[in-house]
Nanobody, 127 residues
Framework: VQLQASGGGLVQAGDSLRLSCAAS????????MGWFRQAPGKEREFVAA????????RIADSVKGRFTISRDNAKSTVYLQMNSLEPEDTALYYC?????????????????????WGQGTQVTVSS
């Protein structure tokens, strides 16, 4: 399994970015795909997740209303659309995947449940 995250960059507060996570190596229809982020000196934090098969999503309260997660089956890619970015959103963003917990929405926010991780893409929001 390979996950390639991209789309990060330096933006100003209020701007938007769309992160992409290209998945390869197997069929992901039975997987949950998650986005996590880690700011310097802080623990890794759940952002959003999507069940690839059902399209069911879960969004962290800290970004609800500003971030959305979606997937493109034909491109085997998951997206994180980030609007109204704030300096507090500055972090290294990772995509992750797992099959075993795909059915358990309540476990999607736990980074320890994910077996596959991408390399991360940096998002920096200036004030």
């Amino acid at each position: 399994v390979q996950l390639q995250a991209s789309g990060g960059g330096l933006v100003q507060a209020g701007d938007s970015l769309r992160l992409s996570c290209a998945a390869s190596g197997r069929t992901f229809s039975s997987y949950v795909m998650g986005w996590f982020r880690q700011a310097p000196g802080k623990e890794r934090e759940f952002v959003a997740a999507i069940n690839w098969s059902t399209g069911s999503t879960r969004i962290a309260d800290s970004v609800k209303g500003r971030f959305t997660i979606s997937r493109d089956n034909a491109k085997s890619t998951v997206y994180l659309q980030m609007n109204s970015l704030e300096p507090e959103d500055t972090a290294l963003y990772y995509c992750a995947a797992d099959r075993e917990v795909a059915r358990y929405n309540s476990r999607w926010s736990n980074d320890l449940e994910y077996n596959y991780w991408g390399q991360g893409t940096q998002v920096t929001v200036s004030s």
